[in-house]
């Protein structure tokens, strides 16, 4: 009897290191991303999974700023990619990130609610400083929200737009929101006029989608602003060498041709 348990204690032994042998224990790389990457990085994600079947890709996905503040106050990641360079700043004077590198270019739209008094109201560029107008925009402390003000301060020195365009506008707004997909949910659902987003959050493969009850108008190019989105491994990483491997698939041909398919610029484009 004792020698049959001592085999089936052997059997065991050996069915197990043949087990964990056999099927890769599941390795997982948490990646921080930018609430307008959402799309495109769930494509990286599986395109990066089909490299590697034992390999599980977490997207967090979220307002720049949170993220950085997150990593900040000792959240566990690989990668961060960020909507601008001063959310990566804010993690790298911390010690958090090693070689951020500029990964793709956005740019940004005006959105308005497809509703026939909008279209009264909201004609061109110029009537988003009506009074009345009710505009919503990402925070100040959102890369967003950063590059929409900074857009209309540009549009303060077009021609016929007055050096207080910018003022009269950011007068009209009426919430200030966390991340810039908040924006068009609010334009969208009518509870504001109009908003300015990215120009990836209007485009893609489900473009028809996505502009679904919402109007995109343009800023001109000599006024727009060329957002920076900017990705890094974070120094302690759990995986060094499948946290690069992310990076080098972002920054590669086919990365950036996904990147490109949701509305985003390649990161050599000029």
Known sequence: MRNSRSLLALILVLSGCR???????????TVFAAASLV??????????????????????????Q???????????????AAADREAMQFAADRGLVLAPEVFAHNRLVVIAARRPDVDDMLVDLLNLA???????LAAPEVPAGRYARQALRNLSR????????????????????????????????GEAHAGIVYASDVSGPDSLRRRE?????RIPAA????????????????????????????LSADGQAILERFGFERSGAP
């Open 19 to 29: 087990r964990d042998r056999d099927v890769p224990e599941e390795r997982a790389l």
């Open 39 to 64: 799309e495109a990085f769930g494509e990286l994600e599986a395109a990066f999974e089909r490299q590697d079947s034992s390999l599980d890709v977490r997207l967090n996905i979220a307002g720049s």
């Open 66 to 80: 949170q993220l950085a503040s997150q990593l900040v106050r000792g959240a566990v990641a690989d990668v961060f």
């Open 130 to 136: 009506t009074p009345g107008l009710k505009l919503v």
């Open 158 to 189: 077009a021609p016929g737009y007055g050096p207080d365009f910018a003022d009269r506008v950011l007068g009209n707004v009426v919430s200030d929101e966390v991340d810039v997909r908040s924006v068009l949910t609010k334009v969208r659902l």
């Open 213 to 217: 009850g919402i109007r995109v108008m």
């Open 223 to 250: 006024y727009d602003v060329r957002a920076e989105y900017v990705i890094a491994r974070l120094r302690s990483v759990r995986d060094s060498a499948t946290a690069d491997a992310f990076l080098r698939l972002v």
